[in-house]
């Protein structure tokens, strides 16, 4: 008889192992479906229903009764796991990775604000992102392609863009949650801001998750708008949290400038971020080539627990995010079908050639996006616009409209 084994191997044979977890294809909101296919259907003697949203599913999920059901159905083979893990010596006892505790936390527990923030923030993004699309296909009349993907290495995101619509040229509204891990150069670079990370390690394990959105309206007389907010934590060799941050921001972009809507979107950004800390509200613009990207908004990063405690910035996060609607949707909805001409519509794609540079050169999450191993490239250029132009050394006419925005983006003015 082999001698026993130490019982620190019970609480990880309670686990399912991959090979034996529910498949997450049995979930609803976990289905992918692409413009253009079928829905398909589980009941092949019940016809579809006519001009039924293939979506439908994704935007308006409902509870699954599988996983009990798998539970019950595994019951027999759990017995056998564990006496293979009591008696077999070449059975490995790693630490489990975040990513594989994670996925263990929500298909058993779900997530509550006792779950680790991690799960809280990707809870509460994909909530948003939902909410955002729902309201974003209200004012141009189509529909989003939604486009679901997974990494290897953990985590996935949710990509939502609608492209050629009534009113935007292009929009998109992305999710991403992503699990990888850090090299040593990666976290030198980040000890400038995060005294935490401990320099001595060769890597450490990282989580990433954040929302994404940039809307590009065919109307020249509409703001481009870009909003990012993130979370982003590390973990030692044992899975404890080593170091974590909240980064994020939006900021209006137009080629036309009204000054009323420039201080409605600042005045609704300054409402959330005043609730929280009088302070928050303007940080500096980064500036291009002599210019500020649009009339503002606000950029933060690096807000960890030297700034105030997780709850508080998370609450703070919440806030400016929830803001977004109520701050751009009235001046979507006042511009979109305003008059414009081919000249309008130039200066428009000239601005956008700008846009784009900005968001190359320093947009934070484009860049770290871009370096990180296994990123999905589609998703993180889903910021730029279809069309845009780069004419050379051109300038606008003297006293002209576009001549005030120029000035304006120069020397940014206090909104509120």
Known sequence: MPPLRPSLRLPRALELPHTYAPRQALRPNHIIYRQGQPLRRCMANVPPKKNADPMSEWRNPEPSKWPNRIRLLMLPFIGAIIYSMWTDESIKTDTPSIAEKDALLKRENGVSEQSPMR??????????????????????????????????????????????????????????????????????????????????????????????????????????VHLNYRYFE????????????????CDLTPSYLYDEDAIHFHQTIKQACDKHDKGYYPPL????????????????????????????????????????LPSYIPIINRRKYMPFTEDMKQWQQIRRGRYVEFNLVHDRGTAFGLNTPGARVESILMSLPLTARWQYMHAPVKGSREERLIDVLKKPKEWV
């Open 119 to 224: 799960l809280r923030m990707e809870q509460f993004i994909k909530q948003h992102q939902k909410q955002i699309v729902a309201e974003l296909e209200k004012v141009d009349g189509n529909k989003f392609i939604i486009d679901s993907w997974q990494r290897k290495e953990g985590g996935g995101g949710i990509s939502c863009v609608l492209q050629d619509g009534n009113v935007f040229e292009k929009a998109g509204v992305n999710i991403s949650v992503v699990y990888g891990r850090l090299p040593r150069a990666a976290i030198q670079k980040m000890r400038v801001n995060h005294k935490a990370l401990d320099p001595d390690v060769e890597s450490l394990e990282f989580f990433a998750s954040g929302l994404s959105l940039v809307l590009h309206p065919h109307n020249p007389n509409a703001p481009t």
């Open 285 to 324: 613009q980064k500036v291009h080539r002599g210019e500020t990207r649009g009339v503002g908004g606000i950029f933060f990063d690096d807000l960890d627990e030297t700034e105030k405690d997780q709850e508080q910035l998370f609450s703070f996060v919440q806030d400016c995010l929830s803001a977004f």
């Open 234 to 249: 590390t973990a030692d060799e044992l899975g404890n949290t080593n170091a974590w941050w909240y980064g994020g921001g």
